[in-house]
């Protein structure tokens, strides 16, 4: 599965060819082909345990390969020690020297080289990561979101080909990492490397990267861009770990014109043709796809008012949460229970309560197919446990 490189990008291309890792009897990366655009923000998506973590560690030298090839630009480093690799890696912990203040801290890497004249880059680095004035505190005197920003500019500074980052994020809390999102985006925009972003978080991948790989036990499951991803899933598990995805298995009535006609329960639902990954045959059963946000929620007493050509489904509310911006619900309908609705607080219906009766309605070409044959709830569940102790935490 390869990667589109982005016109115009610096930095260094990362080609995995045929590359896996096993421990004795468990294999915690398949056989894998991955291109990594140079100068792209690049992230590894997974659950614990699906191999993202291992992956990276055979990048920056940490974990030997099975089997396969590590190239960094062009050139195969497979065999090299971390040393010897134009990468440098940034870890969830930190890792900096509590002794040394935060100048020397990001000097440190230019200092153990025998660079002695180091004022000018360490400047530059730490007001990169907007640290200058704090440049003489130390790491526990600043904040998470702090000692994270010196740990990148750390890195940095030896001006790697490649950064690596497992996890940086995990350790603080939402709003620091949401803003340290766009804190990483910023620097990574600016300095034109390539970043290889290891994360669990669904959010924290779409917000920063250029090109997701989904990784799903030692596979990689989907790779695109995260609007890709988010819209055009092609399994059960992307739809369902991308977000919330409702999935409705449906009989096939006819699959001739740019069209597929279904049926769900007593309801007939169409699909666009293109954006269906599994071949329809007439007889066959389907799964079909809609986000939540995608759905509009109309009263029973209004439903002439909802527009034609849309998909329609019956049912009764079961369950609303009042969430701030957004209402969720959940709704009992003859094609599928417990079908997610996310309604924005523009206007609020005061209506929709439990027990209403409604209609959900959405643009057809909202809808995506898959594969029946797929395990519906795939994905649904991102904390699995774990196969191997190895693996904790990747």
Same mark, same amino acid.
């Given at each position: 599965m390869t990667a589109t490189a982005t016109p115009g990008t610096s930095g260094t291309d990362v080609r995995l060819a045929g590359i896996s890792k096993t421990y004795g009897d468990f294999t915690a990366v398949h056989p894998l082909d991955l291109s990594v655009p140079a100068g792209s923000f690049f992230a590894l998506l997974g659950a614990s345990g699906c191999g993202k973590t291992t992956t990276l560690r055979m990048i920056a030298g940490l974990e030997e390969p099975t089997t396969g090839t590590v190239e960094l630009a062009g050139r195969d480093v497979t065999a090299l020690p971390p040393y010897k690799r134009s990468v440098n890696t940034v870890f969830q912990n930190y890792a900096l020297f509590p002794h040394l203040d935060i100048y020397e801290n990001v000097a440190f890497g230019l200092r153990r080289r025998g660079i002695k004249s180091v004022k000018k880059q360490v400047g530059e680095m730490l007001d990169l990561v907007q640290l200058g004035d704090l440049a003489r505190r130390r790491p526990h005197q600043l904040s998470g979101g702090q000692q994270q920003r010196v740990a990148v500019a750390r890195a940095l500074i030896n001006h790697p080909d490649v950064l690596?980052?497992?996890?940086?994020? /995990?350790?603080?809390?939402?709003?620091? =990492?949401?803003?340290?999102?766009?804190?990483?985006?910023? %620097?990574q925009t600016? @300095?034109?490397?390539?970043?290889?972003?290891?994360?669990?978080?669904?959010?924290?991948?779409?917000?920063?990267?250029? +090109?997701?790989?989904?990784?799903?036990?030692? =596979?990689?499951?989907?790779?695109?861009?995260? +609007?890709?991803? !988010?819209? *055009?899933?092609?399994?059960?598990?992307?739809?369902?770990?991308?977000?919330?995805?409702?999935? %409705?298995?449906? #009989?096939?009535?006819?699959?001739?014109?740019?069209? %597929?006609?279904?049926?769900?329960?007593?309801?007939?639902?169409?699909?666009?043709?293109?954006?269906? +990954?599994?071949?329809?045959? +007439? /007889?066959?059963?389907?799964?079909?796809? %809609? =986000?939540?946000?995608?759905?509009?929620? *109309?009263?029973?007493? #209004? &439903?002439?008012?909802?527009? #034609?050509?849309?998909?329609?489904? *019956?049912?009764?509310?079961?369950?609303?949460?009042?969430?701030? @911006?957004? *209402?969720? !619900?959940?709704?009992?309908?003859? &094609?599928?229970? /417990?079908?997610?609705? !996310?309604?924005?607080? @523009?206007? =609020?219906?005061?209506?929709?309560?439990p027990g209403a009766e409604v209609v959900l309605h959405w643009n057809p070409a909202h809808t995506f197919g898959l594969d029946a044959a797929q395990n519906i709830e795939a994905g649904t569940d991102v904390l699995e446990a774990v196969p191997d102790a190895r693996e904790a935490g990747t």
């Open positions: 690596l980052l497992d996890e940086p994020l /995990g350790a603080l809390d939402l709003k620091l =990492r949401r803003e340290m999102q766009l804190e990483l985006k910023r %620097i600016e @300095v034109g490397i390539t970043f290889i972003h290891v994360t669990h978080d669904q959010e924290e991948a779409m917000t920063m990267a250029d +090109t997701v790989a989904v990784m799903n036990a030692g =596979r990689v499951e989907q790779l695109g861009t995260p +609007t890709d991803l !988010y819209e *055009t899933p092609r399994s059960t598990f992307v739809a369902n770990f991308l977000g919330t995805s409702n999935l %409705i298995t449906a #009989d096939v009535l006819d699959t001739t014109g740019d069209d %597929i006609l279904l049926r769900a329960g007593d309801t007939k639902l169409t699909l666009p043709a293109t954006r269906c +990954t599994a071949t329809a045959r +007439t /007889g066959e059963k389907l799964l079909v796809g %809609i =986000r939540p946000e995608k759905i509009s929620l *109309t009263h029973a007493d #209004d &439903a002439g008012t909802v527009a #034609d050509g849309r998909n329609r489904v *019956t049912g009764r509310i079961a369950q609303s949460s009042f969430i701030g @911006v957004s *209402t969720q !619900y959940l709704v009992d309908s003859p &094609a599928g229970s /417990g079908l997610s609705v !996310y309604e924005q607080n @523009v206007e =609020r219906d005061s209506r929709l309560v």
